[in-house]
């Protein structure tokens, strides 16, 4: 089965800048997460969709960050103004159900000058 | 928020000898698993060990799991160059459809030949 796709691959903005970021789940994965790994550190979960829904945002920065997954299958996040501390890669993943391992895609590295 | 705690920060042994990482962790799970990062490239899922386990193995994989003592370990036997990588455990926890999973603050490993 074809894996968790993501784009771009690298992005490089000016801080006040916004970005978006495009994942593709695997087929039939009703769960979607996207993660924040800043360099160093494990992945915090920012945001978690079951189909189209949200199910957990608690950690997502509302103030400037936004997620949508429309149709229940392909997902958006994007930062609008970005700052410097935003500069991490962000991971998308997906599950089926839960609880049966989660497959991640390769991720997308922001840097924020 | 991170979740567990792993324990070395960072590892070095010769190729061929055995591998052992610790996890710690704070709340109830449903499963627990660990997965690997080369480079700051995507999360490899390397194995799941469900709350009612306490023992799995996978090649040269072997996890246990001590919900008493909220504790993991990794061991990883016969290392190879190949198995260089950062390596996280991750908790699965949450009600059936809306589970989440927390990362760790990983273990740098490095295989020297």
């Known amino acids: 089965e074809a894996g968790v796709a993501q784009s771009p691959r690298y992005k490089i903005i000016e801080k006040r800048q916004s970005v978006a970021f495009w994942c593709n789940p695997i087929?039939?994965?009703?769960?979607l997460y996207w993660y924040q790994q800043i360099l160093g550190q494990g992945p915090k979960l920012l945001i978690q969709?079951?189909?189209?829904?949200?199910?957990?945002d608690s950690q997502l920065p509302k103030d400037r960050f936004s997620a949508e997954r429309l149709k229940g299958v392909d997902s958006t996040l994007k930062i609008q103004p970005a700052k410097l501390e935003d500069s991490a890669v962000y991971l998308c993943a997906s599950s089926f159900w839960g609880n049966y391992g989660y497959t991640f895609g390769s991720g997308t590295r922001l840097t924020v000058v | 928020s991170q979740q567990g705690e792993e324990d070395p920060q960072a590892l070095s042994i010769q190729e061929g000898e055995n591998a052992t990482m610790n996890c710690s962790y704070k709340?109830?799970?449903?499963?627990l698993q660990w997965y690997r990062q080369n480079s700051g490239r995507g999360l490899v899922h390397l194995i799941l060990i469900r709350s009612n386990e306490r023992e799995k193995h996978s090649g040269r994989l072997r996890v246990t799991l001590d919900t008493s003592k909220k504790s993991s370990s990794l061991l990883i036997t016969a290392s190879r160059a190949a198995d260089t990588a950062s390596y996280f455990c991750a908790t699965d926890e949450g009600d059936f459809g809306n589970e989440k999973l927390t990362f760790g603050t990983g273990t740098r490993l490095t295989i020297i030949p």
């Open positions: 087929s039939g994965h009703a769960t």
């Open positions: 709340t109830s799970i449903n499963n």
């Open positions: 969709f079951q189909n189209n829904g949200v199910v957990d």
